[in-house]
């Protein structure tokens, strides 16, 4: 008996360390590049290889960080870049979803509209800051402005992309079964748009970030990108790189909300079950 359970422990322990070491190597794996380079970057800054003035050691950016963060400097900043981000996407997000969703659906719409966006989409945002700030001032307004429209069109062409690439034998065949207008949309075209939609949110936010780090170091009196900009005018090279930093925090933790969001309501799809090697 004791040597049946013996084996049976045994058994279960060889069934349960693969998925154990699985899940380690995902978890850390992402992080080990980074970490090497932080490490290089470390001794490469103490051992005089690069000039600590120009490129400070990551401990020095770490000191920074907190002292910033014990004043409270850090936390306000980024919070207010954060507000500016989070309302621009709000509208620029909301708008392109709407337009991709209405062209996409009803093609009149797309005829009239998709060429000349397409032709606004050719245009850098970031080349019309001059004409913004010429409208808008150097406020709010502006870098909303600008945010909004950076976001605007991934949100757009993937949303469009999405609802014009749905199976067309699924829609026929929720017709067939009676499904009106609203159900089609609802139940069949939206999900099927879904997986598009999500990557176009994804592409979304970083360009909310770039177009963000730009509008706050040209035009700002706040916000990560002015703490930077001030920074620089004094020689802080540490709290330079520290903005730098907080602004790749927070496109990474943007994007992996992304994913979050994509393994929660796309687990009906056969593409995000399972264990996610095929992504």
């Known amino acids: 008996m004791a040597e049946t359970a013996l084996t049976g422990y045994a058994q279960r322990r060889e069934v349960a360390t693969p998925p154990l070491r699985l899940s380690l190597w995902r978890a850390f794996a992402p992080w080990a590049l980074p ?7 470390e001794i490469a800054a103490r051992s005089g290889f690069v000039t600590a003035r120009l490129m400070p050691a990551p401990s020095t950016v770490a000191v920074a ?3 910033a963060l014990l004043d409270g400097s850090l ?12 309302i621009g996407l709000a509208i620029g997000g909301g708008l392109g979803f709407a337009l991709g969703i209405v062209n996409g659906l009803w093609k ?35 870098k909303i402005f600008l945010v909004s429209i950076g976001v605007f069109f ?16 699924v829609i026929e065949m929720a017709k067939i ?10 139940r069949i075209i939206l999900p099927g748009a879904l997986p598009s939609i999500l990557v176009g949110l994804r592409y979304a936010l970083g360009f909310m970030w770039l177009t963000l780090i730009v509008a706050e170091t040209i035009s700002a009196n706040s916000g990560i990108g002015y703490m930077t900009m ?37 687990s ?7 264990d996610g090697e095929a992504r």
Not at 35 to 41: A, D, Q, Y
Not at 79 to 84: C, D, F, I, Q
Not at 117 to 128: G, I, K, S, T
Not at 155 to 163: C, L
């Open 35 to 41: 970490v090497g380079l932080l490490v290089i970057w």
């Open 65 to 67: 960080g907190w002292t």
């Open 75 to 86: 936390i306000y900043h980024t919070l207010v870049s954060t507000k500016r981000a989070l």
């Open 108 to 142: 009149p719409a797309a005829t009239l509209l998709d060429s000349t966006l397409q032709m606004v989409r050719n245009v850098p945002h970031l080349a019309l800051i001059p004409l913004v700030i010429l409208w808008f001032g150097i406020d709010e307004t502006a």
């Open 154 to 169: 991934p949100i757009y062409i993937n949303t469009f992309h999405g609802v014009r690439t749905v199976d067309p034998q």
């Open 177 to 186: 079964y009676g499904l009106d207008r609203k159900a089609l949309v609802t």
């Open 230 to 266: 001030n920074a620089r005018e004094f020689f802080l090279t540490d709290v330079v790189l520290l903005g730098i930093i907080i602004y790749a925090l927070l496109g990474k933790a943007a994007d992996s909300l992304t994913l979050l969001i994509e393994k929660r309501v796309l």
């Open 268 to 274: 009906w799809h056969p593409a995000y079950q399972g």
